[in-house]
C-alpha cells in the first residue's frame, strides 16, 4: 500500500502560480512512476504530468507543457507540480498517483490514488 496526501492548493489569480505536494508513505516511494491528474466539474479526470521512479524522464499534456513542472525528490517521498502561468482552463481538483505500470498518460495504470486538492483560478 501506497497512501498519498496532496497539499498546496487554493485560490490564485490567472496568471499566478501555485506548487502542489504529494507526500507518500508505505512501500519504497522511489519504486514507483509517479503522475498528476486533474478533474474539472463535469469533465473526466485527465492526465497532467507523470515522472519516472528516478527522475529523469518527465511527461506532460499539450495543455501545460511550458507552464507546469512535476518534479520528485526520492528523499522526502515527495512529488511536486509547480504550476505557472495559470488560466481559468485549470480550475479543478488535483490528484497525485503512483503507478507501476508502463503508461504515464493512463489513469488505469495508476494504483494509488490521493484524495485530491482543489486548486480555483479566478480570471
Known amino acids: 500500500q501506497v497512501q498519498l496526501v496532496e497539499s498546496g492548493g487554493g485560490l490564485v489569480q490567472a496568471g499566478g502560480s501555485l506548487r502542489l505536494s504529494c507526500a507518500a508513505s508505505?512501500?519504497?516511494?522511489?519504486?514507483?512512476?509517479m503522475g498528476w491528474f486533474r478533474q474539472a466539474p463535469g469533465k473526466e479526470r485527465e492526465f497532467v504530468a507523470g515522472?519516472?521512479?528516478?527522475?529523469?524522464?518527465?511527461y506532460y499534456a499539450d495543455s501545460v507543457k511550458g507552464r507546469f513542472t512535476i518534479s520528485r525528490d526520492n528523499a522526502k517521498n515527495t512529488v511536486y507540480l509547480q504550476m505557472n502561468s495559470l488560466n481559468a482552463e485549470d480550475t479543478a481538483v488535483y490528484y497525485c498517483a503512483a503507478s507501476r505500470g508502463s503508461s504515464y498518460y493512463s489513469a488505469s495504470s495508476y494504483t494509488y490514488w490521493g484524495q485530491g486538492t482543489q486548486v480555483t483560478v479566478s480570471s
Open positions: 515522472i519516472s521512479w528516478g527522475g529523469m524522464g518527465t
Open positions: 508505505g512501500r519504497t516511494f522511489s519504486n514507483y512512476a
